[in-house]
């Protein structure tokens, strides 16, 4: 069932949505060669705390960890090690926050110091397409329209999206209904309303589509060892324009 939240709803989704965003614009200060996942871990956990909020993340479904950080070929889903970043790496954080009763959720992959042309090139198309699919999140569209204009992007730019992973509904839970794909033919799946309260998120690969979750269960890796990228928004669909209630400022 899809639930669709009251104006007081998103403006308290809102709130949970700040945290999020001032947590992930901080953080990208402390992102360089030699601190470890770990370190942005803790780091990360004590602006949460600080503005009140809780790592969603943290024990839900046994995940161990307040964010993910996933790190070069890794998808989604990495928990934070001893690792230490290093020059040339890009890093996907993956930030979830429960405040007073609801749930925010956001993403960004960030270079470390100067990156390959390759590697930008995938961080700027996929930061587009989750762009692309927010502009197509308008009511009386459907979830597909979402999902087909994502994958056009990313395709057309000569890389894959992850087809294991989809976005989500989001709100009073972390995960809800309904799913958002970034893969498929537009028209499909169910309308748009305004009131729906969606994390858009897609994932794109240098390489193939094809991913591998590892033995911890959690680690996602691109099957053919390629770069992964992950940039995510929780958006509110309104009557007019698409509320990005995850972004800064």
């Known amino acids: 069932m899809i639930l669709i939240k009251s104006k ?33 871990e803790e780091i990360a956990e004590g602006m949460i705390r600080k503005r009140g909020g809780a790592p969603a993340f943290k024990g839900y479904r046994g995940y161990p960890s307040s ?4 790190v070069n070929d890794q998808v989604i889903h990495g928990i934070p090690s001893e690792l230490r970043l290093k020059e040339g790496d890009i890093i996907g954080i993956d930030i979830g926050v429960y405040y007073k ?19 930008e090139r995938l961080l700027r198309v996929t930061e587009g397409a989750l762009n692309a699919g927010i502009d197509k999140a308008r009511e009386g569209n459907r979830v597909s329209d979402i999902s087909s204009v994502v994958q056009g992007h990313v395709e057309s730019n000569g890389f894959s999206v992850v087809r294991m992973f989809t976005g989500h509904g989001i709100g009073k839970f972390l995960h809800e209904e309904p799913q958002v794909p970034n893969f498929g033919p537009p028209g499909k799946g169910p309308r748009l ?25 959690w680690t996602t890796v691109t099957r053919d060892g390629s770069l992964s990228a992950h940039f995510e928004h929780t958006i509110a669909v309104t009557g007019e324009e698409v509320r990005v209630l995850t972004k800064a400022g």
């Open 101 to 119: 009763g609801f749930y925010g959720d956001a993403a960004v992959t960030l270079p470390v110091g100067r990156v390959s042309e390759l590697a």
């Open 193 to 217: 309303r305004s009131g729906m309260t969606l994390a858009l998120e897609p994932m794109v690969n240098a390489g193939g589509p094809d991913v591998v979750v590892l033995e911890d269960g």
């Open 8 to 40: 007081e709803e998103i403006d308290r989704i809102a709130d949970a949505c700040r945290i999020v965003a001032e947590t992930i614009e901080e953080l990208r200060g402390y992102v360089s060669a030699g601190i470890s996942t770990k370190e942005l």
């Open 67 to 70: 964010i993910c950080a996933s």
